[in-house]
């Protein structure tokens, strides 16, 4: 009986067919989707050109491109060196780069010299693609933060208040030198006028004169034990700790700048929060970045990277970053309470933007009867024919003056009221808490933007675009921390985080369209 043998008898070192990498994938590979979206876009044209005069031909600039925006999509961060051993390894990637191994310094190389300047265009680019393709509604935008942390050492903090506090005291230490020089200096006809504060340009005016009347030569100067110092060389060199400890506190305040009381002295933009996830268990402060997105039909739309500790600071930035990527303004921006504040408010009504960011007491309000309907809160009073409060006790509140809310950038102000006469009213224990008469603060524009919010929030279309935010935004970040694995900057500086925030949006966005190219493709073939 003949016997079918099926086994091979090949060495691997010999050839084999076929000889195309392209037979070797898959027609439903990620790379094969990858390559059709890239090849409707003019990549070349996002690409800085550098001259070369000498030196090996370099790699082609879009094969490099190409294979960085898919190592973003295929494992979500991918490291330089990840990106030189998958070129090893793996026939998609041998195929993206026409089978060349470039080095992970070249990667890094191009990442700086090519990408930096111009992957914001890049993500608009690839995003406006896929848009077209997807039909995607840029108009119900859902936004949402959160804190990453930084890639910087955790005991690096620098204190903005801390250093002003400790300026304050060198100040004073500094009189009290000066005045004990002048007892030496006086006699010579001679005296520095002490000041308030000092700026180290003074000091070092200061040192350079007392060399000179004094005769003092560092050259000479002694040190080690047994050695005296003389009071001269003590006074010289105290000036010149102080000068270089005033310009370090100067420095630390410079850096920090007018919005951020701390910095990290090894990635100076960082700022230090309090992190949801504290694994050093003892309440500290971690440095970060507040990461922002703005999400439309699963995509990434906007991303932001803002070192403000809140998010109703970032909400204005965002949307002009959304604006001067797509030339207009969502009509329907979703956020949840972080979001909703005056300002953030009055923005939407300039820009034309509807309202549907919460208010910090929102879910009080909607969920707790007894507070909503309290008849002692100043939005509940009823008003007489004249427009004027009216408390529970049927006494007139009086209008005594307008107060500017501290830190408004609009200038906004409360209305401050007062109760014509409190006496003998039954309802005072509830109603108040001292024996004067009960005074409210109140804005009547912030009141009725609350009002609207609430009644936007409240519609059938307000609870659709809620659940939506929650499932889109919120969703987006668990993907990109738990699934895609990316929960912390890997770069430092606010331009290269915002470039690998960038890069890591891109590559979330062309993995969800594959995503759902594949589940078009199965129902498609299922019917």
């Known amino acids: 009986m003949k016997q079918n043998f099926t086994q091979l008898d090949f060495s691997p070192t010999q050839g084999v067919i076929p000889a195309f990498l392209t037979d070797y994938l898959d027609i439903c590979d990620p790379v094969v989707v990858f390559d059709e979206i890239m090849r409707r876009i003019d990549l070349e044209k996002y690409l800085k050109p550098l001259e070369q005069k000498t030196g090996r031909p370099r790699y082609n600039p879009v094969r490099i491109l190409k294979t960085i925006l898919f190592g973003f999509m295929d494992g979500g961060y991918s490291s330089l060196r990840e990106l030189e051993d998958r070129c090893r390894v793996d026939i998609r990637y041998k195929y993206l780069m026409a089978q060349e191994m470039p080095s992970y310094r070249t990667f890094g190389h191009f990442i700086e010299d090519f990408l930096e300047d111009n992957i914001e265009e890049l993500f608009k680019i690839i995003n406006e693609e896929i848009f077209k393709i997807e039909g995607t509604d840029l108009n119900h935008l859902y936004i949402d933060g959160s804190k990453f942390e930084a890639n910087a050492n955790k005991y690096s903090w620098v204190w903005k208040k801390a250093s002003e506090k400790s300026r304050y005291k060198l100040y004073g230490k500094i009189t009290i030198l000066l005045e004990s020089i002048n007892t030496e200096i006086v006699p010579l006809g001679l005296e520095i006028k002490t000041r308030s504060e000092y700026v180290p340009e003074y000091l070092d005016e200061i040192i350079s004169r007392y060399s000179e009347v004094m005769e003092i030569n560092p050259e000479t100067f002694v040190h080690g034990i047994g050695r005296r110092k003389t009071q001269k060389q003590r006074n010289y060199e105290l000036l010149s700790k102080y000068r270089d400890k005033l310009s370090q506190y100067i420095e630390h305040i410079r850096i920090s700048g007018e919005h951020r009381n701390s910095y ?67 009509e329907y921006p979703v956020a949840d309470a972080g979001y909703g504040s005056y300002n953030n408010y009055l923005y939407c009504e300039q820009t034309g933007m509807k309202k549907y960011m919460k208010f910090p007491v929102y879910e009080k309000v909607v969920k707790n009867e007894k507070f909503r309907n309290d008849p002692f809160r100043a939005v509940n009073f009823a008003r007489d024919e004249e427009g004027n409060m009216i408390c529970p006790n049927g006494r007139k509140m009086i209008f005594s003056h307008r107060k500017a809310v501290k830190g408004n ?17 039954p309802y005072a224990e509830q109603c108040k808490r001292t024996d004067n008469n009960r005074t409210i603060s109140l804005n009547e524009e912030l009141s009725s933007f609350h009002a609207e919010v609430l009644e936007n929030l409240e519609s059938i279309q307000g609870a659709y675009l809620r659940m939506n935010r929650s499932i ?35 590559g979330h966005n062309l993995y969800k369209f594959y995503n759902k190219y594949i589940t078009l493709r199965g129902t498609m073939q299922a019917v």
Request: proline residues 3%.
């Open 409 to 425: 950038k609009y200038g906004r102000q409360e209305e401050i009221y007062q109760c014509e006469d409190c006496s003998g009213c």
């Open 264 to 330: 990290s002295k090894t990635d100076p933009s960082a700022t230090f929060f309090r992190m949801k996830r504290d694994y050093m268990g003892n309440d500290q402060l971690l440095p970060g970045y507040n990461i922002q997105i703005g999400v439309a039909d699963e995509y990434i739309a906007v991303v932001d990277v803002q070192q403000y500790a809140s998010d109703m600071d970032c909400f204005v930035p965002l949307m002009e970053r959304f604006h001067k990527t797509y030339g207009f303004y969502p």
């Open 472 to 506: 889109q935004a919120e969703g987006t970040f668990g993907v990109m921390k738990y699934d895609r694995w990316y929960k912390r900057t890997v770069r430092r500086g606010m331009k290269s985080v915002m470039m690998e925030l960038f890069l890591v949006s891109i």
